[in-house]
């Protein structure tokens, strides 16, 4: 595609959101706002990322534990 470096990037970070989202994470930014070094944008996908990975394990352990 023909696409110039700053439509790459929101493009790319367009993908990051709805991984995150497919993931179970619930963001809100948009990825204009992380494309343009939005702190705020940038911390909340990161902590959501993290939250799910951290939370995962956790519950996956509490759905094992209510089949037995």
């Known amino acids: ?3 110039n470096s700053n439509e790459k990037v929101i493009e790319n970070f ?3 959101i709805g991984s995150a989202r497919s993931l ?3 963001v809100s930014s948009k990825p ?3 494309a343009g ?5 940038l911390e909340d996908v990161s902590w959501q990322i993290i939250k799910v990975f951290f939370f995962f394990p956790l519950h996956k352990a509490n759905e094992k534990k209510k089949l037995k």
Do not use: P, R
């Open 14 to 16: 367009n993908l990051c």
């Open 37 to 41: 070094g939005n702190q705020k944008a």
């Open 24 to 26: 179970g994470c619930a």
């Open 32 to 34: 204009e706002d992380l």
């Open 1 to 3: 595609t023909n696409l």
